[in-house]
T-cell receptor, first 115, second 118 residues
Framework: AQSVTQLGSHVSVSEGALVLLRCNYS??????LFWYVQYPNQGLQLLLK??????LVKGINGFEAEFKKSETSFHLTKPSAHMSDAAEYFC?????????????FGTGTQLKVEL | EAGVAQSPRYKIIEKRQSVAFWCNPI?????LYWYQQILGQGPKLLIQ????????DSQLPKDRFSAERLKGVDSTLKIQPAKLEDSAVYLC????????????????FGEGSRLTVL
């Protein structure tokens, strides 16, 4: 079974500082990995995804993530944090069921951006 | 393109009462999911439909939760009777489904229905 572990339930950074949100996965097959963002009182929005090919994946809003098989990691980064990045971020791994895709989510990391 | 629609956005009930949530997926999406998101936790899959058939309901508390997708389009999730621990956001999501080679598994989520059980 696939699973993901997000290290740090809360991360606080200063505006303009580097954002690093950690995610490690466990998968018995080559994983498809995702990062979703959730703003208050809203649903989840896809930031980026890794399927195959290039291991450095670029997403929306300046975020990127690197798939590192040797470390079983898929950490999310952004060079310079903005106040609007404050939200909850979820890492997820895809499993395959008989009739469709199934995402298994981590417990989430709440990102706070301070002036 | 319209996104995933859910209603109601908010619902407050007392324990032992019943509640129903409705979801209309993105047009053409064969797969529909209901996730439960308890405060401070990641979403947990309750049930997954492929068209109008259930493909995974292993984590659905079947003694009180039920869901249907009769015509393979919109879906209803019901809780009867509700317990305090059912307080959560219920997220509906849809995807194209595994039948397409190019499908990489992206799920599209609605805004959720927030349930408070008193």
């Amino acid at each position: 079974a696939q699973s993901v572990t997000q290290l740090g339930s809360h991360v606080s950074v200063s505006e303009g500082a580097l954002v690093l949100l950690r995610c490690n996965y466990s998968s018995s097959v080559p994983p498809y990995l995702f990062w979703y963002v959730q703003y208050p009182n809203q649903g989840l929005q896809l930031l980026l995804k890794y399927t195959t090919g290039a291991t450095l994946v670029k997403g929306i809003n300046g975020f990127e993530a690197e798939f590192k098989k040797s470390e079983t990691s898929f950490h999310l980064t952004k060079p310079s944090a903005h106040m609007s990045d404050a939200a909850e971020y979820f890492c997820a791994v895809r499993g395959v069921t008989g009739g469709g895709n199934k995402l298994t989510f981590g417990t989430g990391t709440q990102l706070k951006v301070e002036l | 393109e319209a996104g995933v629609a859910q209603s109601p956005r908010y619902k407050i009930i007392e324990k032992r009462q019943s509640v129903a949530f409705w979801c209309n997926p993105i047009s053409g999406h064969a797969t529909l999911y209901w996730y439960q998101q308890i405060l401070g936790q990641g979403p947990k899959l309750l049930i997954q439909f492929q068209n109008n058939g259930v493909v995974d309901d292993s984590q659905l508390p079947k003694d009180r939760f039920s869901a249907e997708r009769l015509k393979g389009v919109d879906s209803t999730l019901k809780i009867q009777p509700a317990k305090l621990e059912d307080s959560a956001v219920y997220l509906c999501a849809s995807s194209l489904g595994d039948s397409r080679i190019t499908n990489t598994g992206e799920l599209f989520f609605g805004e959720g229905s927030r349930l408070t059980v008193l």
